[in-house]
């Protein structure tokens, strides 16, 4: 099984709003990430975590907020986001923090900021 | 600054045809090379590449790296529809980080 879930699978929001991502995995991998990929870009990553800690911060803006509660989940958490902020959040998962071992992808949460 | 250059980034052929998609990479601390296919939605994994020379072969996907040329091509024989998709070539270097490549549109035809 090499299934990375999502939630939710679209969200809009405003300007002014707090939303949360969610993701899940039960591969037992101890490697977390997320992602923002825009309309015909590759996915530019945003946030590493390494056995539930934050190890790698792309200078992503504070108005994201990675959160890594346990080893099976991550949340991205949201606010006072801009409308360039729009694009298909992904998350992925690998079995630990090294270059050999594959990152899977979930299906990503398809945001939108108005 | 880590590059990964796929070529072409457009591909247009018909059912049937064999196609070749490559990536070339300057990487700090090469430790993987791996393939993806992207359809709607999230990257789905096609292969991981870590030695020079062994072929990864899946049905009608095959790829291969060569670290000293420092490029792996992506080979489809007998195209179907399904393999409409883009394709994204990642390198993971220093650090674990992946650094993508653009991608290759693949567009079959019926």
């Known amino acids: 099984d090499t299934e990375v879930t999502q939630t939710p699978k679209h969200l809009v929001m405003g300007m002014t709003n707090k939303k949360s991502l969610k993701c899940e995995q039960h591969?037992?991998?101890?490697?977390m990430y997320w992602y923002k990929q825009k309309a015909k870009k590759p996915p530019e990553l945003m946030f590493v975590y390494s056995y539930e800690k934050l190890s790698i911060n792309e200078s992503v803006p504070s108005r994201f907020s990675p959160e890594c509660p346990n080893s099976s989940l991550l949340n991205l958490h949201l606010h006072a986001l801009q409308p360039e902020d729009s694009a298909l959040y992904l998350c992925a998962s690998s079995q630990v923090r090294g270059g050999e071992d594959t990152q899977y992808f979930g299906p990503g949460t398809r945001l939108t900021v108005l | 600054e880590d590059k990964v250059v796929q070529s072409p980034l457009s591909l247009v052929v018909h059912e049937g045809d064999t196609v070749t998609l490559n990536c070339s990479y300057e990487?700090?601390?090469?430790?993987?090379l791996l393939w993806y296919k992207q359809e709607k939605k999230a990257p789905t994994f096609l292969f991981m590449l870590?030695?020079?020379?062994i072929e990864k072969k899946s049905g009608r996907l095959s790829s291969i790296l060569d670290k000293k040329e420092l490029f792996s091509i992506l080979n489809i024989t007998a195209t179907q529809t399904g393999d409409s998709a883009i394709y994204l070539c990642a390198v993971a270097g220093a650090n674990s980080k992946l650094t993508f490549g653009k991608g290759i549109t693949l567009s079959v035809r019926p």
């Open positions: 591969m037992g991998h101890r490697a």
């Open positions: 870590t030695s020079s020379g």
């Open positions: 990487v700090t601390n090469f430790r993987s």
